[in-house]
């Protein structure tokens, strides 16, 4: 137990850095906002300098130009790319690319489908298709209230 005491003494930096580097962590988990994990890496390279023997204005030195490359270049990176949510279609977006029924014969300017549940007016996507009721078909763009469909790839 005493070469514990002992190590500890001789690396009080080591510990002091780790422990710093170990409440910015922590601090982190409360923020979510990057700044607090930068500068705790940036502590472990001042407990990485402390050692491997460097002095205490080399440790700090190293600390800071680690957190501060790391709070302009990696952070920026690192929210965008984990705090984005994903692109999402909404409303007639997110219909193009569905399946949907033919109720009524759809032709160059008539017809209905059923689609997503609700019944659409429709139109073919190539003005000129005609599809017949009970024929599945394929939405490939909603032009306000009517959707316009093709052929279907569906199996």
């Known amino acids: 137990m005493q070469s514990l005491w002992d ?3 001789e ?3 080591v ?3 780790l422990g710093t580097a170990l409440v910015l962590g922590m601090v982190e988990l409360t923020t979510l906002d990057f700044v607090f994990l930068m500068l705790a890496v940036g502590a ?5 300098t402390a050692a491997v023997g ?3 204005l080399v440790q700090l030195t190293v600390a800071s130009l680690v957190s501060a490359a790391l709070l302009i270049v990696v952070r920026p990176i690192a929210k965008r790319r984990l705090l984005s949510a994903p692109e999402l279609p909404v409303g007639g977006a997110a219909l193009v690319g569905q399946e949907a029924f033919v109720v009524e014969q759809v ?3 008539e017809g209905l489908v059923k689609l997503s549940g609700e019944i659409w007016t429709a139109r073919p996507y190539d003005g000129r298709s005609v599809f017949e009721p009970g024929t599945r078909v394929g939405v490939a763009q909603i032009d306000g209230a009517t959707a316009l469909v093709h052929a279907s790839d569906f199996a």
């Open 54 to 56: 460097g002095n205490f």
């Open 107 to 109: 032709a160059a300017n």
């Open 7 to 9: 190590w500890l003494g």
């Open 11 to 13: 690396h009080a930096w």
């Open 44 to 48: 472990g390279s001042g407990a990485l």
């Open 15 to 17: 510990v002091a850095w």
